[in-house]
């Protein structure tokens, strides 16, 4: 069975410093890996998706997520976090026939 | 194009009614999938259609159906309400064609449903 485990339940950074999300995937095969982001009353938006092309996945508002075969990982990352980034993200592994399964989500705290 | 919208947003019923929950796919997406997310157990996949038929079904009681239309949109329905259902209930379409360079698996999702059970 694929699942994904978030190892941190919440995140606080600085405005203006890195942002990292971890996330580790169990899968007996070449997994498509998700991540994305719920605002607070919103839907989820996908962030990136990872589906074996290239390793190192770029996403909108700056994210990227490198997938790591070796370490069953698929952490996410920013450069510089924004205070709008401020949200709850969670990492996705397809299970097959589109039911997605979610990981418990990491929230984001941003503070100026 | 517009994208996936579900409607009501907001609903309160009380225990043992039932409720019917609509999704509107976007436009030339053939396949919607259903999600359940509490605070308790998270975000949970209920069921996928696709041309009118469930293809797919996650771990939930026979309480939960749901059926699609010819125009690909669908409707979900809970029966014999509990307190336990409350949750925002989230629709998501994909395109779910052999021909499209988008994945199958890409699902957009819609703002979701807030049930509440009194």
């Known amino acids: 069975a694929q699942s994904v485990t978030q190892l941190d339940s919440h995140v606080s950074v600085s405005e203006g410093t890195p942002v990292l999300l971890r996330c580790n995937y169990s899968?007996?095969?070449?997994?498509?890996l998700f991540w994305y982001v719920q605002h607070p009353n919103k839907g989820l938006q996908l962030l990136l998706k990872?589906?074996?092309?290239?390793?190192l996945v770029k996403g909108i508002n700056g994210f990227e997520a490198e997938f790591k075969k070796s370490e069953t990982s698929f952490h996410l990352t920013k450069p510089s976090a924004h205070m709008s980034d401020a949200a709850e993200y969670f990492c996705v592994v397809d299970t097959g026939r589109r039911a997605l399964t979610f990981g418990s989500g990491t929230r984001l705290q941003v503070q100026p | 194009k517009a994208g996936v919208t579900q409607t009501p947003r907001y609903l309160i019923k009380t225990r043992g009614q039932q409720v019917t929950l609509s999704c509107s796919p976007i436009s030339g997406h053939r396949s919607v999938s259903w999600y359940q997310q509490t605070p308790g157990q998270g975000l949970q996949f209920l069921f996928e259609?696709?041309?009118?038929?469930?293809?797919n079904k996650g771990n939930f009681p026979g309480r939960f159906s749901g059926r699609q239309f010819s125009n690909s949109r669908s409707e979900m329905n809970v029966s014999t309400l509990e307190l336990g259902d409350s949750a925002l209930y989230l629709c998501?379409?994909?395109?779910?064609?052999?021909?499209?360079?988008?994945?199958?698996?890409?699902?957009?999702f819609g703002p979701g449903t807030r049930l509440t059970v009194l």
């Open positions: 990872y589906t074996s092309a290239a390793t």
């Open positions: 899968s007996s095969y070449s997994p498509s």
């Open positions: 998501a379409s994909s395109i779910r064609d052999r021909g499209s360079t988008i994945p199958n698996n890409e699902q957009f």
């Open positions: 259609y696709f041309s009118e038929t469930q293809r």
